[in-house]
């Protein structure tokens, strides 16, 4: 826990100081005062998260993490696709291969590989291997993982954040792989938000009708043979959550202790986001929503955390192929602030 509680008390509160002043530059703009919205505060939120402004050039340099991990609930048919997709997909990221690899690219964004417990044991040189055990338990015959094992998967996620930071990226990413993964995200969100499965389990990878009605059952027999405790978010995690998971959610705060803006993808990860958020609160002050998904649950997670996605693309495919396509949006807000032209150099009169 030492490393865990060391990262959280780092994480400090959003520089004012630097927020006016880039308030007071976006105002001075030729343009009318918050005419370009979302974007304007994108701009302040980072002056913020990073304490510089004018923004700094370290946020040009952008990783996307993607986790890995299998799921012992994969026995209760949850899922369209077999597990061995799990470590097949992880090489085809480390060949280049897959969408989150080519989305990554037109960002001008790294992809960094992440084994946080593949069932499989994959032999890369760019394969991150923190694996914490080979896969979690069938979660709805007992916990997924010990509260020791997520601790270490949350600090493996905290180490991975600091070790990227430290190493020059400015901006991070959350991505997962994992078969079967949106059913402990769908028993994670229930118990956050004290819901039914009806409200959070979606099709996933596509699940047909009978699909559906297994991983809505799944997830409440879950929920009933481990009782998590939803004020205690490494309860929820060990005993319903995935080691990717885990991991994201200490990626999360590792990049907040870090001073690092963290691009959230869809619902796996929004829910990994929420879990350290209720580990760690200001942690959410360091979130960039990239996008909401088509997978149910989505919009329920972001509200959760009081996050409103940049982009509606209706897409669930993960990866961290939705917060590929957000980052452009940092490279255009820091842009605008350094420039555009003010009222006074290019001699335009105010209203």
Known sequence: ????????????????????????????????????????????????????????????RKAIVVMAGDHGVCEEGVSAFPQEVTPQMVRNFLAGGAAVNVL?????????????????????????????????????????????EAVRSVEAGIAVAEELAQAGYGVLATGEMGIGNTTPSAAMLAVFAGADAEETVG???GVDDAGLARKRDAVRR????????????????????????????GLAIGAAASGVPLVIDGFISTVA???????????????????????K??????????LSPMLHLS??????????????????????TERMATFESAGVSRA
């Open 1 to 60: 826990m030492e490393r865990l509680e060391h990262a959280i008390g780092r994480i400090r509160p959003l520089d004012e100081e630097a927020m006016a002043k880039a308030r007071d530059r976006l105002d001075r703009l030729t343009k009318p005062p918050g005419s370009l919205g979302r974007l304007e505060e994108l701009a302040v939120r980072l002056a913020g998260m990073t304490g510089s402004f004018p923004l700094p050039g370290r946020l040009a």
């Open 297 to 306: 649950g989505h919009r329920l997670a972001l509200e959760l955390i009081g």
């Open 222 to 249: 879950a929920i009933a043979a481990n009782r998590p405790d939803g004020g205690d978010a490494l309860d929820v995690l060990a005993k319903v959550g995935g080691l990717e998971i885990a991991g994201l959610a």
């Open 104 to 148: 990554a690219g037109q960002a001008g964004a790294d992809v960094v590989c992440v084994d946080m417990g593949m069932k499989a044991d994959v032999r890369h040189e760019r394969l991150r291997v923190c694996k914490v055990k080979n896969g979690t338990d069938n979660m709805t015959k007992g916990p997924a993982m010990s509260r020791e």
């Open 203 to 205: 099709r996933g990878t």
């Open 273 to 295: 986001a929420l879990a350290a958020c209720r580990l760690a609160p200001g942690v959410k002050h360091y979130l960039i929503a990239s996008h909401l998904s088509d997978e």
């Open 315 to 336: 897409m669930r495919l993960g990866e961290g192929t939705g917060a590929a396509l957000a980052m452009p949006l940092i490279d255009a807000a820091k842009a605008v």
